[in-house]
Nanobody, 114 residues
Framework: QVQLVESGGGLVQPGGSLRLSCAAS????????MGWYRQAPGKERELVAD???????NYADSVKGRFTISRDNAKKMVYLQMNSLKPEDTAVYYC????????WGQGTQVTVSS
């Protein structure tokens, strides 16, 4: 059974940093696009960043210049480095693998507050 497990969330002050990790099981991790999404209370889930199997990266305008997505195919991991965090970044962050149907992790809470 393929699974995605996120970690690294928590409470951070505005301007701080967090690094989210997503560990994937399964044998063909390198072939799939991977992404980070987030969902704030009362809002729809939205794309934060994704990285293709070939390493092409795409970011939401709201996080460009602050967040960096990366992947390590050997370790079957995808990361989201989040810097200069803002209160509006508060959300549950989900890892997604672009399989059919898409595979989601359970989510990790990120709270940005003073």
């Amino acid at each position: 059974q393929v699974q995605l497990v996120e970690s690294g969330g928590g409470l951070v002050q505005p301007g701080g940093s967090l690094r989210l990790s997503c560990a994937a099981s399964g044998s063909i991790f390198s072939l799939y696009n991977m992404g980070w999404y987030r969902q704030a209370p009362g809002k729809e889930r939205e794309l934060v960043a994704d990285v293709s199997s070939g390493g092409y990266k795409n970011y939401a305008d709201s996080v460009k210049g602050r967040f960096t997505i990366s992947r390590d195919n050997a370790k079957k991991m995808v990361y989201l480095q989040m810097n200069s965090l803002k209160p509006e970044d508060t959300a549950v962050y989900y890892c997604r693998q672009n399989t059919l149907p898409p595979l989601w992790g359970q989510g990790t809470q990120v709270t940005v507050s003073s």
